[in-house]
């Protein structure tokens, strides 16, 4: 089966910090993968999403980057965090477009990340 | 581009009584439609999703949707809450066909009372 990891669980960063969150999914081989970011009141907000390795695509213009290094890791960045940066941080994967497993069109989700930043 | 909109941001609802959470959704394409669960401090869990055939999908947990074309809605159904519910719930769309990339609404907070 599946699974996907998420850490760490909670982070409090000052300032001008810098920000590493990993992401990793087992079981599976070229996942599509996604980071969001959750603020109070505002939705789920897509940040990047990757379809392979090296491959990253930015829906928000912002002070965060994203990697993905290995088939089956994702990295959220930052040089230098910012308050607004603070929030619930949502790493998933899918199972990427392949009409063989086209009943598996979801989105699974790691367990999030919890960012402070004071 | 595809986006969705739930209309409520929050639904206060007795124990045992129906709930409905809405859902409309805005894409020049065909779309798969999903509803998913959060309950505090975790991530997403699928309750249900739509992808084409019968508009009316079951999920777990009790709940079931009708995806409305004329309409453009996909809104969220159960016919007797438990306080169990208590969660937020998302409705998401994604293009039934290209990249995969999963479109969020704002959530609706359901809070059900005992």
């Known amino acids: 089966s599946q699974t996907i990891h998420q850490w760490p669980a909670t982070l409090v960063q000052p300032v001008g910090s810098p920000l590493s969150l990993e992401c990793t999914v087992e079981?599976?081989?070229?996942?599509?993968l996604y980071w969001y970011r959750q603020a109070a009141g505002r939705g789920l907000q897509l940040l990047f999403y990757s379809v392979g390795i090296g491959q990253i695509s930015s829906e928000v213009p912002q002070n965060l980057s994203a990697s993905r290094p290995q088939d089956r890791q994702f990295i959220l960045s930052s040089k230098k965090l910012l308050l607004s940066d603070s929030g619930f941080y949502l790493c998933?994967?899918?199972?990427?477009?392949?009409?063989?497993?086209?009943?598996?069109?979801?989105?699974?989700f790691g367990q999030g990340t919890r960012l402070t930043v004071v | 581009a595809q986006s969705v909109t739930q209309l409520d941001s929050q639904v206060p609802v007795f124990e045992e009584a129906p709930v409905e959470l809405r859902c409309n959704y805005s894409s020049s394409v065909s779309v798969y439609l999903f509803w998913y669960v959060q309950y505090p401090n975790q991530g997403l869990q699928l309750l249900l999703k739509y992808l084409s055939g019968s508009t009316l999908v079951k999920g777990i947990n009790g709940f079931e949707a009708e995806f409305n074309k004329s309409q453009t809605s996909f809104h969220l159904r159960k016919p007797s809450v438990h306080i169990s519910d208590t969660a937020e719930y998302f409705c998401?769309?994604?293009?039934?066909?290209?990249?995969?990339?999963?479109?969020f609404g704002t959530g609706t907070r359901l809070k059900v009372l005992a």
């Open positions: 998933a994967w899918g199972w990427g477009r392949n009409p063989v497993w086209a009943m598996n069109t979801e989105a699974f």
């Open positions: 998401a769309v994604s293009k039934a066909s290209g990249t995969y990339k999963y479109i």
């Open positions: 079981g599976t081989s070229n996942p599509n």
